[in-house]
């Protein structure tokens, strides 16, 4: 099939029985391979306008020509005038401002379309702008051309109010052109693509080409996800067409069949008067059953304005939770303080003032721990008094003491998630915290999530290594000092007792001999895909220089073992830590993943198959988020294998020669490493003969029970 097998109008407006982008823009763009368009006026609603159809363009691997142009203030014109700015910083400025949040659920899809393109470097836009000796004016010109893979040509010219109202309307009217059909027509096809051609390379009079911001084009970038569906789909669904975010109410994603035991967390959450605590296991599901119960509060109160906050600990897991979130028919406003989203304030300013006329009936506004304690957050949802649903994703999180003064008792709904709701060392922060959430009324545990098959089962080994000589004395020099410190504070830590600490349980975390391990576990393996290195935030010393243990880690296994190695911390942005975990789950591009604490509370990579765990903690929240995350689900992963380093003040052959004062001083600290032994063996395939190689050393420092 092709351009000249369809039957096309000579005219299309948005006000007559034919709709443009059904009858339109769908079925040219479902034949094309290359769309060049102009349009005037800049803005988000104006991409997503433009952008129309294009979903089957990209189904063709099709390419795209897009030039736009801005509309520049007089101070603007004035300041390029006068020197004080270049031409290029104006544009990317006010091309940026002109840029604000998706109004519906299709102008975001339009969107993913546009980013989907420009990342597959199928799309190039250029900036038009008039110039002459006088001024400085938009390019209004709208104009389009479609070719298939047969020459085939469509062109279209359409008059437009150039504004950002016009757009956000939706209304269009296009003459349409087309090169088979006779003499006369043909001429005007090709005017129009050499006019485009003109233009794009510069060689129209009075108007001058630049190159598209960056920045902006990041921005749209943002709104890239994995998968694009199919437009047309969308509009017969009627779902999308200019329905506003705010009022999308929650359904279940076709791909989603909600499981036994999630049913039973809504059911126990609904009887407790959706308040409560669910205490799930990682990788379980927490966020598909949080968005179910949301979507069952919703039901429930049909005819009453909600507002849901879903609160998460990080930026990564907001965007995260965002897929998922949208993906239950829900566009939620993005709020925190990153400049993608500096529009948020007026955002859900706007969305709560609609929901307290009645206007609409639900909103939803995802945001970080830090948005949400602001003082901008909390002065605009204090003026809502209407019906709120507060869910905090890790919210063990949420029992600091900053965090507590922002537990609202106005808030009337409340569902907390957490695999690890005891916070470590804060009994007093784990009550308040399980007081405002009405306590934990639904566990379901690790050894339940592996018995019914819903987490992978694994393997555990701990490798133990021994301290140096020096990292041994100033472990026992700092355990003196703790002792005096403890001794003195009674009750609660000081400042010094909580540096000295720290300063000890970096010892065991930075502890030399553990790279000498990974060299002896990772020699034999140096061919292996979807390993996984634990390291601690600390530095070491090597060859009288500070080097941080992550550093060194990629080092061995990429110098040393020819590895493909990449890492994963804070420093990486969004796009890059995407971009790793695609490559790690290809089984090809990427052998090992070395991360750090980013990985400890939300990231998915359910590929992990071998972790090494170098990052020695004392933290029940810390080491059980941690394997975790190697137990999730994945095609061809029958098992998962853990290798825990595990740090003995000194070699066991001298354990039987210590004196009294010596076996005190490493009693705590072996205690300590056995806590995470035990918890990580009682459920390992191989549970007897990983604790078995213990025993002899429990047994000197008697801490068998």
Known sequence: MS????????????????NIVKDFYIPTLSQAITYKRAVGFFSSSALSNLASGISELIKRNGRMKLIVSERLTESDIEAIKLGYKKRENVLEESMMNNFHEPSSILEEERLNYLANLIANNRLDIKVAIIENKLDMAMYHEKIGIIIDEYGNKVAFTGSLNESEFAYEQ?????????????ETELERAKLKELNFDSMWNDETRNLKIYNFPEAVKRKILRYRKNSVRSEMELISKNRIINESIEQAKPVYPEWFKIRDYQKEAISKWRENKFIGLLNMATGTGKTLTALSAVK?????????????????????LVEQWKDDVISFNISPIIAYSNSDYKNWEKSLEKLIYRLDLEVITFGCVLTTNSTYKSANF?????????????????????????????LLPKIRYRLALSATPARHFDDEGTK????????????????????????????????IISLTDDERKEYAELSKKIAKAMALSKKNKSKS??????????????????????????????????????????????????????DKVCEILGSEFDMKVAKFTSEESSDERKKIIQNYKDGESLQVIVAIKCLDEGVNIPSIRNAYILASSSNPREFIQRRGRVLRKFEGKDYAYIYDFIVLPRERSEIPLLTPDEIKCDKSMIKREFDRVEEFAKLAQNKNRALIELDPILEYYNLFE
């Not at 351009?3 to 034919?18: A, F, G, M, V």
């Not at 939706?170 to 006779?182: M, R, T």
């Open 3 to 18: 351009l000249s097998d369809l039957n096309l109008r000579i005219q299309y407006r948005s006000d007559n029985e034919y």
């Open 170 to 182: 939706n209304f269009e009217s296009i003459d349409v052109y087309c090169s088979w059909k006779n």
């Open 296 to 316: 069952e509060l919703s039901d429930c109160i049909i005819n009453e304005p909600l507002l849901v906050i879903i609160v998460c600990p990080y930026t990564h």
């Open 378 to 406: 909390q002065n605009l949802i204090n003026t809502y008094d209407k019906n709120i649903l507060l869910v905090i994703d890790e919210a063990h999180n949420a029992g600091a003491y900053e965090f507590k003064k922002v």
């Open 432 to 463: 308040e915290l399980s007081n405002y959430f009405g306590g934990e009324i639904y566990s379901f545990d690790l050894k339940r999530a592996i018995d019914d098959g819903f987490l992978t089962k694994y393997y555990y080994y701990p490798e």
């Open 497 to 550: 007792l909580e540096m000295l600490l720290i300063k000890r349980a970096r010892i065991l975390a930075s502890a030399e001999n553990k790279l000498t391990k990974l060299r002896e576990l990772m020699k034999d393996q140096k061919d292996t895909y979807y390993n996984l290195v634990y390291c601690g935030a600390v530095n070491f010393i090597d060859h009288g220089k500070s080097v941080k243990q992550i």
